[in-house]
T-cell receptor
Framework: EAGVTQSPTHLIKTRGQQVTLRCSPI?????VYWYQQALGLGLQFLLW???????NRGNFPPRFSGRQFPNYSSELNVNALELEDSALYLC?????????????FGEGSWLTVV | AQTVTQSQPEMSVQEAETVTLSCTYD???????LFWYKQPPSRQMILVIR????KQQNATENRFSVNFQKAAKSFSLKISDSQLGDTAMYFC????????????WGLGTSLAVNP
């Protein structure tokens, strides 16, 4: 069974540009989460999508947005990139059928903003 | 607000020995989940072990076990028979059993297993 897959794995963008990161959850998982792991700041919760709807949002500005598609895959969009957006962006998924709300992570997308 | 504290930024252990990583958390909730995740140099976050707060029995997964002390709000991870492949960052995380699905993370402990 395939795990959570993310693309691209690495990318470099210029300040002010826009970026889209993509995530496919584990088959059968309906919830997708996005986390930002910036150097020195630890992991920060960004977004939670379930059944196509945004269910919860972390303390990030509106230029961070996303969506979930009918096949449960998801995109994270970041507009007007700033240098401090440089981070590893981790996508994760879960299923109501798995007890304890256990969340499984992908390998992440490294974003460097120059 | 919930917080998670890992007081050991770095630790090391000899191969085949046992090591314990500490984690404390702060919450006013009674029902929640606790997790240990491992992040090797590949950067993928891998679930090590999970504990439901309503369960008194400590969770165990092969060489990994936890010491969950609910009253003390402590959730330590014990790794027995340490292997070189256990070298990684270890993160403790908390999730309220409510419906916000937000993991609150500690800053991690970097564990080095030495041959």
């Amino acid at each position: 069974e395939a795990g959570v897959t993310q693309s691209p794995t690495h990318l470099i963008k210029t300040r002010g540009q826009q970026v889209t990161l993509r995530c496919s959850p584990i088959s059968g998982h309906t919830s997708v989460y996005w986390y930002q792991q910036a150097l020195g700041l630890g992991l920060q919760f960004l977004l939670w999508y379930d059944e196509g709807e945004e269910r919860n949002r972390g303390n990030f500005p509106p230029r961070f947005s996303g969506r979930q598609f009918p096949n449960y895959s998801s995109e994270l969009n970041v507009n007007a990139l700033e240098l401090e957006d440089s981070a590893l962006y981790l996508c994760a998924s879960s299923s109501e059928r798995v007890p304890g709300n256990t969340i499984y992570f992908g390998e992440g997308s490294w974003l460097t903003v120059v | 607000a919930q917080t998670v504290t890992q007081s050991q930024p770095e630790m090391s252990v000899q191969e085949a020995e046992t090591v314990t990583l500490s984690c404390t958390y702060d919450t006013s909730e009674n029902n929640y989940y606790l997790f240990w995740y491992k992040q090797p140099p590949s950067r993928q976050m891998i679930l090590v072990i999970r504990q439901e707060a309503y369960k008194q029995q400590n969770a165990t997964e092969n060489r990994f076990s936890v010491n969950f002390q609910k009253a003390a709000k402590s959730f330590s991870l014990k790794i027995s028979d340490s292997q070189l492949g256990d070298t990684a960052m270890y993160f403790c995380a908390f999730m309220n059993a409510g419906n916000n699905r937000k993991l609150i993370w500690g800053l991690g402990t970097s564990l080095a297993v030495n041959p």
